[in-house]
């Protein structure tokens, strides 16, 4: 059967593909929605509302509206804890979180945002949601998701999670959704509005702080420190926290092993550690012994007997390209701890063979500045 492949595959995209910002933007701020014309009206799908300004379906007036329907929502629930709210990259998210955040501050609500004004994954929100709310019966907190998730780069989104983390059943979406359309249809009154510098300051607390605080009282573990390296917030967490979790972690390396011969248990370690911020991520002190682990599993042992009697190095071909890819990455930030792996004696007795010395220089290339 043929494959069909697109001819635009492997091609630079032609200018005239790409969105413009600017103007996209500028939709979104000067664009009116009709509410007699169906596609222009809030339409909840999966927990939320998605579309681009310059149809008329994502503008500024749908967020006010929804975000007041999602205020008196919280008020008719007795919903009266923090509300976590998340953008990711999509161009119109930064738009629709200001005019979000005017709304919810003009209605007493405590929005938390990232301290550093950053992107912040959907799994983020629902977990900041649902650990506030363990053990909790009042004060509950929920959420918003300023995504449209894998729609085009000209869409916005907009979801609503409840205090169970999300998503949002849809008798409490048709609710909002109803809500806002009557907004939408009144010219907005009934929605509270304050200046964004004012709104701004009242989104007080950050994913950052609010992560850190989670953490007070036990130690990081894997989703934690996913969910701290997807936000970029790694570095803002206690260092006490962090070294003990990748101390944790080079510990899980050398009960593996870095032998060839273990070859199948390398991905999986190797995918969770570049999940956790990978080399970057680590304190100095700990990553000596990771870069250890990595080199010697990279380089290999000699090889040339029983089935691989062609083969002058056995190494793990599993870990070898992730090895390769996060040093790369990494570049001379890790040089320090390259030598030192370099200098210990069983790798200095190991590349006493050619072929083995000749994969620890290509490490020690790719780390180097002609890598970049």
Not at 56 to 81: K, M, P
Not at 151 to 160: H, I, S, T, V
Request: glycine letters at 10%; hydrophobic letters at 40%; aromatic letters at 8%.
């Amino acid at each position: 059967m043929a494959v069909k492949v697109n001819p635009l595959a492997g091609k630079p995209a032609d200018p005239s593909m790409l969105v413009n910002i600017p103007r996209l933007v500028t939709a979104y701020f000067a664009g009116q929605p009709d509410p007699s014309v169906a596609s222009q009206r809030v339409a909840f799908g999966t927990s939320g509302h998605r579309g681009s300004a310059f149809n008329n379906a994502f503008n500024e007036n749908h967020i006010l509206a929804i975000s007041q329907a999602v205020c008196d929502h919280r008020n008719s629930r007795g919903i009266t804890g923090p509300m976590f709210v998340g953008i990711d990259t999509h161009a119109l998210a930064e738009p629709a979180l200001a005019s979000a955040l005017e709304v919810f501050a003009a209605n007493g609500v405590e929005a938390m945002v990232d301290e550093h004004g950053g992107y912040t994954p959907t799994p983020v929100i629902s977990r900041a949601i649902i650990a506030t709310n363990k053990g909790r019966e009042n004060g509950l907190a929920d959420g918003v998701v300023i995504t449209p998730s894998h729609n085009p780069p000209e869409d916005g989104g907009f979801k609503y999670n409840p205090p169970n983390g999300g998503p949002a059943d849809t008798d409490i979406t048709a609710a909002i959704e109803r809500a806002a359309n009557g907004f939408l249809e009144d010219d907005l009154r009934g929605v509270k509005r304050i200046p964004y510098d004012r709104a701004r300051k009242s989104a007080q607390a950050q994913v950052g702080q609010y992560m850190q605080e989670l953490l007070r009282n036990k130690p990081a573990d894997l989703a934690d420190m996913k969910i701290a390296a997807a936000a970029g917030i790694t570095a803002y967490l206690k260092q006490a926290k962090v070294r003990q979790f990748f101390s944790e972690f080079a510990e899980r390396f050398r009960k593996i092993g870095h032998s060839w011969g273990n070859y199948s248990q390398h991905g999986k370690i190797l995918d969770e550690f570049e999940d956790v911020g990978g080399l970057d991520a680590v304190p100095s002190d700990v990553r000596v012994s990771i870069v250890l682990w990595m080199v010697r599993c990279y380089i290999g042992e000699p090889g040339g007997y029983g089935m691989g009697i062609n083969r002058p190095v056995f190494y793990s071909n599993v870990g070898a390209p992730r090895i390769e890819a996060m040093f790369r990455q990494a570049g001379d930030t890790i040089s320090e701890e390259f030598e030192k792996a370099a200098n210990e004696k069983v790798v200095k007795a190991a590349v006493s063979d050619k072929h083995i010395a000749r994969r620890l220089e290509r490490l020690r290339d790719l780390i180097g500045p002609e890598s970049e």
